[in-house]
């Protein structure tokens, strides 16, 4: 944790990208609570009309909405109220494709098409961890 936590020493490029992957995670999460299908067959290609369990299935990603929503409003405090904590946050968004990468593996799931979560799964790691790194690093002011 910073000395001070409301002050930020990094620069604001990271600070800026972490607002704005936050605020397409805070989009996702909704999506994902209220979509009727929580966005399991119309982003995630899965299909749910089809399958056995396919209701639980939809329930699921929103069960999965609430959950990311509330990530979300907590990574938000975090960044308006501490922005000394950006570091921390992008920290939070680089292990998340990790772990979701672990998860998918672990576990897989047949769709009809590639899910927009894997499609930038792999990308959003090392993006996520430059600008971890970036925000470690003092600003030049």
């Known amino acids: 944790m910073p000395a001070n936590p409301a002050h930020y020493d990094g620069p604001l490029l990271s600070f800026w990208v972490a607002l704005a992957w936050l605020s397409a995670i805070t989009v996702r999460s909704c999506i994902h609570l209220l979509a009727a299908d929580g966005g399991a067959q119309s982003i995630a290609t899965i299909d749910v009309a089809t399958i056995d369990g396919g209701s639980n299935i939809v329930a699921m990603f929103g069960q999965w ?7 979300a409003l907590l990574l938000w405090v975090l960044l ?3 922005r000394g904590t950006v570091p ?8 998340e494709p990790v772990l979701r990468g672990l998860a ?5 799931v047949t769709t009809m098409g590639t ?3 894997a499609a930038l799964n792999w990308f959003t790691l090392p993006v996520m961890a430059f600008f971890l790194y970036l925000s470690l690093c003092p600003a030049r002011r």
């Open 104 to 108: 998918g593996t672990l576990k897989p």
């Open 80 to 82: 308006l109220r501490w």
């Open 115 to 117: 899910a927009p979560g």
């Open 65 to 71: 909405g609430a959950i990311q929503l509330l990530l």
């Open 88 to 95: 921390l946050v992008l920290l939070v968004f680089t292990l």
